[in-house]
């Protein structure tokens, strides 16, 4: 029986005057396969041009918006103007199989280390760690560097705009400055910036608000403006829904195009209440109003999953893993040709995937689950360290911050 899937509709942003082809979008998905300073290099165009010509828009992997902001080796910056050459080709690269190009940004915060910073200390809300022991003590934000981290994430935006690019997406998700910001965990300052809800949400809106004017005063074609949000955290306290759908709720006010939820699983019930039963998407779709654009990823794999979110009301789905795996998810369930969809993937796949060296060591072990590998090549699963030994090996080692201040000092 050939079904013919409402997702792959297309889709008016009526604001500003946007079609997309469908309702699929690739998840940002850092492959860490920058070079040392951020630019974008051939491996990563090659990743996004296998990947452009099914999904409706590609949001990229997230480029931090200052050196402070740097979360990982390879990762890709839109810090400065020098990076705008880079970040064209990203954008036409994606643009050019008929995606729309949205340019993730954030600041890692915390989650960093001095290593990463070569030689600098992690910056965040306060001086407090992520309860993880081989966490660093970060140093709090003074005033000017709030204000100065929030211009910077309006200039990462103006590149965008230079590059070409179709919109940007704050990444308000996943533990990273932002959100550590908004977490009475994370943010335990007693200015304007920290103390009760409003204080704490205060960073996050002010970010948006700047990003925004710069949109109005710059972009000469329709360019979007999403936010990315988790709408939970693990610690205690940490945020919780309720103030996150509050957050949400002032968001949509501003001139946001869509609101992205970050999902360990899409159709998740709260995981703080393990009692309540209602989905997190159906307290969002209660909240937000009417047809206002609710994208969300985690685990969306087969067609029928993304029909079934849909049918709950939300209007795009954001497809991580599935689309790393299957390049060619959306052009197969236009075909009807559902049996060919893959869903794991081979070691002997990963260069035919264009999946860079980092990423697949990425996928072998800090995202292992959520990710089915097949057993040729040898891997054999009750003993994944062999393989997992031959890629890892081959890595580079990571850099000995107390020689880069040596070698500071001396120059
Ligand atoms: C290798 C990898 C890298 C990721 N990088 C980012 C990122 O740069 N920005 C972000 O917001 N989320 C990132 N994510 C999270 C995904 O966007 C997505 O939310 C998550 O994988 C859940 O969706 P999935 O189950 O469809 O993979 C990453 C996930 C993976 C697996």
Redesign the pocket.
């Known amino acids: 029986m050939q079904i013919n899937y409402d997702f792959l509709d297309n889709y008016t942003f009526k604001n500003k005057n946007m079609t997309l082809r469908n309702r699929v979008v690739m998840?940002?998905?850092?492959l860490r396969a920058s070079l040392e300073d951020g630019s974008v290099t051939d491996n990563e165009l090659k990743y996004y041009q296998m990947r452009a010509q099914g999904p409706a828009m590609i949001i990229t992997?997230?480029a931090y918006v200052n050196e402070s902001g740097r979360g990982w080796e390879g990762g890709i910056s839109a810090a400065n103007d020098d990076k705008i050459p880079g970040l064209r080709r990203l954008a036409s690269t994606i643009q050019s199989g008929g995606a729309k190009a949205i340019l993730?940004i954030f600041a890692a915060g915390r989650q960093t280390t001095t290593a990463i910073l070569r030689g600098d200390q992690p910056v965040s809300a306060s001086n407090k760690p992520y309860p993880r022991e081989e966490s660093e003590t970060p140093r709090a934000l003074t005033h000017a560097e709030i204000v100065q981290t929030i211009d910077d994430f309006a200039q990462a935006t103006k590149r965008a705009i230079l590059a070409g690019f179709d919109g940007v997406e704050i990444?308000g998700?996943?533990l990273y400055l932002i959100q550590q910001f908004f977490s009475p965990d994370s943010n335990q300052r007693h200015d304007i910036w920290g103390g009760t809800v409003e204080k704490r949400s205060r960073f996050g809106l002010a970010v948006v608000a700047k990003v925004a004017q710069i949109i109005e005063k710059y972009a000469e074609k329709p360019f979007l403006l999403g936010y990315?949000q988790s709408p939970e955290e693990p610690m205690d306290p940490g945020i919780t829904l309720s103030e996150s759908i509050d957050f949400a709720k002032k968001i949509v006010t501003l001139p946001v195009d869509y609101l992205h939820l970050?999902l360990?699983d899409g159709f998740q019930t709260p995981f703080a209440n393990k009692v309540d039963q209602k989905r997190v998407i159906d307290y969002y779709r209660a909240a937000l109003p009417v047809d206002y654009p609710l994208m969300v990823?985690?685990?969306?794999?087969q067609p029928k999953q993304v029909e079934e979110i849909m049918d709950a009301g939300v209007t795009l789905a954001?497809?991580?893993?599935?689309l790393?795996v299957e390049p060619n998810w959306v052009q197969k369930v236009a075909g009807h040709d559902l049996n060919a969809i893959r869903y794991a993937i081979s070691p002997s796949d990963f260069e035919l995937l264009g999946i860079p060296k980092p990423?697949e060591e990425?996928?072998l072990t800090r995202?292992r689950n959520?990710l089915p590998i097949t057993t040729d090549l040898g891997f054999d699963p009750k003993q994944p360290w062999r393989y997992y030994k031959e890629v890892v090996t081959q890595m580079p080692k990571p850099i000995d911050p107390t020689k880069l201040m040596t070698l500071k000092k001396r120059s």
């Open positions: 998840a940002p998905t850092t992997e997230t993730q990444h998700a996943n990315r970050s360990k990823a985690g685990l969306l794999k954001a497809l991580g893993r599935e790393i990423l990425w996928l995202f959520g």
